[in-house]
Nanobody, 115 residues
Framework: QVHVAESGGGLVQPGGSLRLFCTVS????????LAWYRQAPGNQRELVAR???????TYSTSVEGRFIINRDNAKNTVDLQMSRLEPEDTAVYYC?????????WGLGTLVTVPE
């Protein structure tokens, strides 16, 4: 069974930075496309950033230039470096690992940026 676990969330002031981490268990990690999603209260879950198994990165327009996604296949980790955070970035952030018919999610980590 594959386990996905996020960490690194917290309270950060506007303009600040935060780094989220995600570990994915198992030996198939290099095959996964990895992504960070977020869900703010009352909103649908949305894609924030994705890094493919070929290291191709894509970002939502709302975070492009402020967030960076990286993966480390040797450590089974994917992280999201967030900078210039805004109150609109407040959400629960979820890590996703997907390959073929497999699709795994973590329980999320809360990021709060007060007004």
């Amino acid at each position: 069974q594959v386990h996905v676990a996020e960490s690194g969330g917290g309270l950060v002031q506007p303009g600040g930075s935060l780094r989220l981490f995600c570990t994915v268990s198992g030996s198939n990690f290099p095959r996964y496309d990895l992504a960070w999603y977020r869900q703010a209260p009352g909103n649908q879950r949305e894609l924030v950033a994705r890094i493919s198994n070929e290291y191709i990165r894509t970002y939502s327009t709302s975070v492009e230039g402020r967030f960076i996604i990286n993966r480390d296949n040797a450590k089974n980790t994917v992280d999201l470096q967030m900078s210039r955070l805004e109150p609109e970035d407040t959400a629960v952030y979820y890590c996703n690992a997907a390959y073929s018919q497999f699709d795994y999610w973590g329980l999320g980590t809360l990021v709060t940026v007060p007004e």
